[in-house]
Every structure is written in structure tokens, then in C-alpha cells.
């Protein structure tokens, strides 16, 4: 089923995966986590597409095996800042063939070769491009989505400048968006505010990461240019040498964000897991009754 016809039915809970990174190419530890998600039964799981595309190979492999093998609806990410079109012709088609209905469009990072941005004009430099491109070629085949920021994205002039360009990539095709990592609530309900103001009213999915780490929390902060609220820095300050309790105050972090999502009526909670289930299952522990309560 594509995911904007899920979303017409329903607000849904969805989790996000990465192809394992390690030097055998071996991803078997990746089915072991996909089997401890599926038993919390998600409306669907995402997979990413890596940074640079470096594991851009695996992602149709694990879609396909969510999809297919676990009968869970799969989102495959496809970032298109370092791919030809012919490229993303034969990934698409290899989703096709898979019965992936689902695209997450990306930009992606930029590589960390300094001459990138010096070389020849790439086929795609934005994910609205992308989206275009595969609805040129494919059609309705795929539902696609896109990604947004709360906090504005790092390379936007201001808030107004992003949110004309969300506004674009909507236009482009994209049926639904997932936001970024946020740790204030406050941030999502002002992009949906402001975004609606704009007759944009596609669903809006909010991207939650249960932080367990303090070196993990101010590389998330400073990978996706999100704000540390005062309440989280000071237990993690408190915290940081502690790993039980970090983990503690992850979870417990993240399921009060959720909460309130859900109790101010979120389109949907999409978690972004770190190949970490046991994190998302002390979630779904935590508040039973209302993940339950979202779709009376």
C-alpha cells in the first residue's frame, strides 16, 4: 500500500533503519533487528539510503525483504545529490520489480571530497528535482515523500526561504513529509503552522530519536542543526557517565515528546531507531494505551 493512502486512513507509528556499515558488507545483524521491530507491528519501516550514498546498494535488498518476507509496507530513502539519472532509472526499476510503492526523496550530503562542488553539474541538485524526475519517468508507480526541518535547514537563508522551499518540493510530488530530528515540540507545531498557512496540507510525520549517549546527543544536535533544550542538556550533564541512566532518560525524553505529539494530534511518530529495537519496544511500553488511543 502507498503511504499517503495509509495516512488518509489513519495516523501512523513508523520506524527508520540504516544498512549496517562494515567492511564484509555482511547485513545479516539487520534482519535481527527488522524482527524484533515487526513484532510492534509499524504501519511501516524506512530505510535509509547512507551517507553519500554509501550504502545505496543494500537499501533495495532490505526494502525488499521488509516488504515482501515481513509484509510490512517498506520506504526506501533515495538521495540524488552524487547520482546520474540513469542511476536512479535502475534503482527505481529495481524497486518496481519489488513492489516497493514507497520513495523517501533525498538531496543526500554532499560528499567529503572538496572538488564535489567544483565538478561538472550534477543531474540532480535538490530532492524536488528528484521527485520530478521519477514521476516523469514512472508516473503513479511510487508514492513519494520528503524530508523537512523544524529548525530550518542548515543552508537556508531563513525560515521563509525553507519553507518556500518545502512548498516546492510538495509541488514536486512529494505526498507526505517526515521531519528532521527535533528535541522541542514547540518547533513542529510552528513548521505545521506555517506551512498550512501556505495551503500545503499533505501529512506531516514527526522524526523522534530516543538519544541514549551525550556524544551521540551533540552529534545529532550538530549533524541536523537542532536545538538541545535547557531540561534535556541538564540531565545529560548530570548523566553523561552513566549509561543506564542515559538510556533512562532517552527513552524516557523521547516518550514524553511523543505524547504530546500524539495528544496534539500528530499525522504520525516515525522513529528513527538507530538499529537500536530494544529502545523503541521501552517506547511502546512506556504508553500502551495511548499509541493505542491514536486512531480511536
Known amino acids: 500500500m502507498k503511504i499517503d493512502e495509509l ?9 527508520e533503519i540504516f ?6 558488507g555482511n547485513i545479516d545483524s539487520i534482519y535481527r533487528t527488522i524482527d524484533e521491530l515487526a513484532h510492534l507491528n509499524p504501519d511501516f519501516i524506512s530505510v535509509t539510503y547512507g ?14 525483504k521488509i516488504k515482501n518476507e515481513y509484509q ?3 520506504v526506501a530513502h533515495l538521495s540524488c545529490i552524487t547520482s546520474t539519472k540513469e542511476e536512479i532509472k535502475t534503482i527505481c526499476k529495481e524497486l518496481k520489480e519489488n513492489h516497493i510503492e514507497n520513495i523517501l526523496s533525498l538531496r543526500g550530503d554532499y560528499p567529503a571530497d572538496p572538488d564535489f562542488k ?16 521519477i514521476y516523469e519517468e514512472f508516473g503513479d508507480t511510487f508514492c513519494l515523500s520528503g524530508a523537512c526541518y523544524p529548525e530550518v535547514h542548515q543552508e537556508a537563508d531563513s525560515f521563509e526561504c525553507d519553507l518556500e522551499n518545502l512548498v516546492r518540493k510538495v509541488e514536486a510530488g512529494a505526498k507526505y ?3 528532521q530530528i527535533f528535541f522541542d515540540n514547540h518547533y513542529y507545531y510552528r513548521l505545521v ?10 501529512p506531516i510525520l514527526a522524526g523522534i530519536m530516543p538519544v541514549t549517549n551525550a556524544k551521540g546527543l551533540l552529534h545529532t544536535a550538530k549533524l541536523c542543526g537542532c536545538n538541545i533544550p535547557y531540561d534535556l542538556s541538564t540531565m545529560i550533564e548530570r548523566y553523561r557517565d552513566n549509561q543506564k541512566a542515559m538510556r533512562e532518560i532517552g527513552v524516557q525524553y523521547a516518550t514524553m515528546q511523543i505524547l504530546d505529539l500524539i495528544t496534539n494530534g500528530v499525522d504520525g511518530i516515525h522513529i528513527y531507531t538507530m538499529n537500536k529495537p530494544r ?11 495511548v499509541l493505542k488511543g491514536m486512531n480511536p
Open 7 to 15: 495516512l488518509k486512513k489513519k495516523a501512523t507509528i513508523s520506524f
Open 19 to 24: 544498512p549496517p556499515k562494515n567492511k564484509d
Open 51 to 64: 551517507a553519500g550514498g554509501s550504502s545505496k546498494g543494500k537499501t533495495v535488498e532490505i526494502a525488499s
Open 72 to 74: 510490512i509496507e517498506a
Open 118 to 133: 567544483r565538478a561538472e553539474q550534477p543531474d540532480f541538485m535538490y530532492a524536488s528535482d528528484l521527485n520530478q524526475f
Open 177 to 179: 513529509l517526515i521531519t
Open 193 to 202: 503552522k506555517e506551512i498550512r498557512k501556505r495551503g500545503i496540507d499533505v
Open 279 to 289: 529502545i523503541a519496544k521501552s517506547i511502546f511500553e512506556a504508553i500502551p494505551e
